[in-house]
């Protein structure tokens, strides 16, 4: 049994990344939580603006939210009945990545789901959006799904790494996971900027990751590109590749999410799914 965060604000881009998720775990056992937090306002200072009393927030933001998560359960419920799912809501005020970070460790969430702009993918991290704070803050691995996808057959995967380090164990078994579920092709890639070789710690790493998957269908390709964003996509397109994975370490509140080194800006115009995992 999965248990799946999907964070709603009630947009077509939320329930997208909701609908992408029930079709992606179709054959799977879960427990979808959707859960709406209510954003404290802040002031400039980035303080608190305002205390609201548990009589008000209860009465009013917290009611008005709930009657908001039964109609995405109506909506649900008109879809096609899957009995492996169960779907459970809950309205929060406060802050999403402090609310998020107490669910998947309450919850024991193994995935959380959230829409991102299609058209500037993670573009959207370096101006600080829920979704690039979740990915940023929030220890879980995050599939982030373009306003604009459609769920289909996953097919063939695509796996940017700069082969720099070692993925643990959790990682590998994570992306396994994805193998045996979609019966998918991996594509491991790596971006060669200047034309160089891999070094000997890179082709050690490689080695490890095509050997860990040797039972499975999995491929490397090297790109040589002065631009790994444009590399990348350009690779995504000619492939056509249904899904991306990237690994993501986390760094501590004030330093930004590091992807496998400058992949950070990965996708900025892909209409495809990404998977972050977090070590």
Not at 45 to 73: D, F, W
Not at 77 to 89: G, S, Y
Request: net charge neutral; aromatic share 8%; hydrophobic share 40%.
């Amino acid at each position: 049994m999965k248990n799946i965060l999907i964070p709603t604000d009630f947009s077509q881009n939320a329930w997208n990344a909701l609908s992408y998720g029930i079709s992606f775990f179709k054959k799977t056992h879960c427990v979808f939580h959707i859960v709406h937090v209510n954003s404290i306002n802040t002031n400039a200072s980035g303080e608190a603006a305002m205390y609201v009393s548990p009589e008000i927030l209860e009465e009013t933001i917290l009611a008005e939210s709930n009657e908001k998560l039964e109609q995405v359960v109506k909506k649900i419920e008109r879809l096609p009945l899957n009995p492996k799912h169960e779907f459970r809501t809950l309205a929060l005020y406060g802050f999403l990545t402090d609310h998020l970070k107490s669910e998947v460790q309450e919850k024991e969430i193994d995935l959380i789901i959230m829409g991102t702009k299609g058209s500037t993918g993670l573009k959207a991290v370096s101006i600080g959006s829920n979704t690039g704070n979740v990915i940023t803050k929030v220890p879980c691995t995050v599939l982030a799904v373009p306003e604009q996808a459609s769920y289909h057959r996953i097919q063939e995967i695509g796996f940017p790494s700069d082969f720099q380090l070692k993925h643990q164990l959790k990682v590998l078994d994570t992306i396994k996971d994805i193998f045996l579920m979609k019966k998918s092709t991996f594509r491991f890639l790596y971006i060669s900027v200047k034309g160089e070789e891999m070094s000997a710690l890179q082709l050690k790493n490689k080695t490890h990751l095509l050997d860990y998957f040797k039972d499975m269908e999995c491929s490397f390709h090297l790109v040589t590109g002065k631009k790994i964003d444009e590399s990348i996509q350009c690779f995504t397109e000619s492939r056509n590749l249904d899904m991306l994975v990237m690994v993501a370490k986390n760094l501590n509140f004030l330093e930004r999410i590091l992807f496998r080194p400058t992949v950070e800006k990965i996708s900025y115009h892909t209409k495809i799914p990404f998977m972050v995992i977090h070590e």
